[in-house]
Structure formats: C-alpha cells, structure tokens
C-alpha cells in the first residue's frame, strides 16, 4: 500500500492557490531555510514534538519521566508557566531520545506527540473528497506542499493522478530542488506549480540555505518551456535578498518566462517559525529580525512589475 508521510492536511487555505483548497503537507525537505516557518517538516522521519502551552507540568503529571526507555527525559528547572504559577517541565535529551513515542503515548495532555503520520493515498483522497463541494463552488482545489511533497515522488504523483481523475484542480508547492525527470512526470497531472526562488546568487544560496540554485533555476526555465503554469513565491527576508539590487536580479530572470507566469508572489519574513521550532526542542537557533516595512515591499513589487510581471503581496 502507497504511503507518504505527512504532517498535516490544513482545509480551507486560501493562501495556496486559486480559491478555497485543501493542503497537504509532506515531511522532509533538502533545505535548511533558517527562517522556516515550519521547521517540522524538514526531517524525514517521524520526530518528537513538545507544546509547552498544553504542559501541565511535572507535578500534575510527569508520565514522561517514567515512559522514555532511553532514559532522555528528566526535570528541568522550574520556571513559571503562561499565568505566572511555578512550574517544572520535562527536559528532553535529543542526543538520547530516537523518537520512539512512548512519551507522547503516555502524555495526558498531549504536549508531546509525534509529527509524522505513514498515511495511505485512499485514506488522504477520501479526506480530500469531503472537500470538494468547497472546491467546486470557489474554483479551488488540492496542492500538495512539504516541506518538499516531490522528495516522496510516488506517493505525490499517485496523489495528482487521483485528484486530476476526480476532476480537482491540481497545485504543487515546490522548491525547484529535484531531479527534472521528477518533475516532468508530475507536470500532465499539476494544474499549477507554486514555484518558490529564494535568492538569486548560488554562494549566498548554498552558504545560508545549505545547496545552491543552478537546479532550481534550470528547472523553473524547463517548466515554463513546457507549458506550466507558475506562482512564483520569493520570501523577502532582511539582511538575505531583499535588496534593490537582488530584486533587479529576481526581474532579469523571470521576464523571458513571464508567459507561464500567473503571479509573483513576495511573501515577507514573519516570526511564526519561532515557536514551532521551540516545539522541536533543538537547541540551535533559529534565524530572527525584524519584518520588511510596507513601504519597502511596495517599492520590491514595483520594481519587478517595472519588468511587465504581475505582482502581489501576500
């Protein structure tokens, strides 16, 4: 039986597509965007997660302590919790733990639990099913989004061929970072690729966001040379490739493609990745500044429809 790996299936997204859709989210990804605002789908596997909002603490309950068999959980320091009370949490050694999940099976309150479901592509299409009356009346439909959903390739174009055969309209949200003949495959069954490009200079790519973007770039060309239709999404991150210079570069590109492109779409950095990535309970740090003023992402929208692209803030 054909599985993936998912960590969600969010209903009623409208920021994914034309009209209302349905996403699913498929875990891993072969980038390291330090901004991530969903840092728990970059690993593969299934992780352990903890919610410090839902904790009731080690003396209301402590399961944990007792569950882990390897030992990785202890008391941490006693803190306070969201109303001021005392509090002590549990303290998780991830260089112990191997995400075996007895603890979350043990919390009462399910402030820890495992991000990561193997789910069949019956199971999902039945979910998928329940929501297209919605579809149909907006104009809506399902993208599969990660995470990067075609690093689990079977399991998206088995998605695709069921959704297309279904009559839903199909997106994919990609990074660009695979092999073409991945893509090529999934093209006939993919109404729309929602195309992210996060910079423009291959060093500064690899440097920051750990490969670079010759692939992603040739890949998004081949795209648009075989008829696809594209949402182009830049992240427009401080101190990264938000610079005047670097949306020039962002222009040049995307001009010669811009018959295949339906939108760009500048999406400004946001802090929501903040606590998820708190919820890992990993202990390196997350990149953080402060969002891009309006005034500046007027100016990066003007500048790239001065290059007859059609424009849009998220």
Request: net charge negative.
């Amino acid at each position: 039986m054909l599985t993936g790996k998912l960590y969600d299936i969010q209903g009623f997204s409208v920021q994914d597509g034309p009209g209302i859709r349905t996403t699913v989210f498929l875990k891993g990804c072969p980038l390291r965007c330090p901004w991530c605002h969903s840092p728990e789908s970059q690993a593969f596997p299934t992780e352990l997660n903890w919610m410090r909002v839902r904790c009731l603490g080690l003396d209301a309950c402590g399961a944990c302590l007792t569950a882990c068999p390897k030992g990785a959980i202890s008391a941490g320091e006693e803190t306070t919790d969201a109303a001021g009370a005392p509090i002590r949490y549990p303290d998780v050694d991830k260089r112990l733990c191997d995400d075996c999940g007895a603890c979350a099976a043990a919390c009462r309150a399910a402030a820890l639990y495992m991000c990561g479901t193997d789910t069949p592509v019956d199971e999902v299409m039945r979910r998928l099913k329940r929501d297209q009356p919605f579809f149909e009346e907006s104009g809506g439909g399902v993208t599969v989004s990660g995470g990067e959903c075609l690093c689990q390739p079977a399991f998206t174009l088995e998605l695709l061929k069921q959704c297309k055969a279904a009559g839903v309209h199909t997106a994919v949200d990609t990074t660009g970072y695979v092999k073409w003949e991945i893509l090529e495959q999934v093209l006939p069954y993919t109404d729309l690729f929602l195309y992210d490009l996060k910079c423009m200079d291959s060093a500064l790519h690899e440097q920051v966001i750990g490969v670079p973007n010759e692939l992603i770039l040739e890949n998004c060309q081949k795209l648009a040379a075989r008829g696809a239709r594209l949402q182009i999404r830049i992240p427009t991150i401080p101190l990264f490739n938000d610079s005047k210079a670097h949306f020039d570069r962002y222009g040049a590109f995307l001009r010669p493609l811009k018959d295949a492109i339906e939108v760009v779409q500048l999406l400004p950095y946001h802090k929501l990745g903040i606590s998820k990535h708190e919820r890992l309970l990993k202990k390196e740090k997350i990149f953080v500044a402060e969002p891009p003023s309006d005034a500046l992402m007027e100016e990066r929208a003007g500048q790239l429809r001065a290059y007859g692209l059609p424009v849009q803030i998220h």
